[in-house]
């Protein structure tokens, strides 16, 4: 197997005489965050579209989610009426940090005011 100068097309698998390119992948890696960045979403749902991927998830407790392979690009999260272009990211990455204003966000999540960090801001 050889890497190309830039290290970004490999070649593998000769199979009948033909060579398959096979293009590194990353992760989608994300966390979703209040309006401020205080805080995050625990396990609110959106959906992911791109590639080859089309997904509803949930975020985890610590309002991330991850997953992989995916090809490297753009992809579209959906988290309520709100609209997001997000990039794939290398493995180990940390988290792509999106902040989700509350107005657009589903009516199943209710808010309870601003938080002491917010008031005193």
Same mark, same amino acid.
């Given at each position: 197997?050889?890497?190309? +100068?830039?290290?970004? /097309?490999?070649? +593998? ?16 890696? @994300? ?14 749902? #959106?959906? *992911? ?5 089309? *997904? ?8 991330? @989610?991850?997953? +992989?392979?995916?090809? #490297? ?5 959906? %988290?309520?009426?709100? /609209? @997001?272009?997000?990039? +794939? %990211? ?9 902040? %989700? ?17 917010? *008031?005193?801001?």
């Amino acid at each position: 197997m050889s890497t190309s +100068a830039e290290g970004v /097309v490999q070649w +593998a698998h000769v199979w009948r005489g033909k060579a398959k390119r096979v293009y590194p992948t990353g992760e989608i890696h @994300f966390v979703l965050l209040t309006e401020m960045g205080l805080d995050v979403w625990p396990n609110l749902e #959106f959906t *992911l579209r791109g590639p080859e991927i089309s *997904l509803s998830e949930k975020t985890d407790e610590n309002g991330e @989610f991850r997953y +992989a392979p995916v090809e #490297f690009g753009e992809y579209e999260l959906k %988290v309520g009426e709100a /609209v @997001f272009r997000i990039p +794939a %990211v290398a493995e180990d990455s940390p988290p792509y940090r999106i902040h %989700v204003p509350y107005d657009l966000l589903p009516d199943q999540i209710e808010w309870k005011g601003p938080t002491e960090e917010e *008031l005193n801001d």
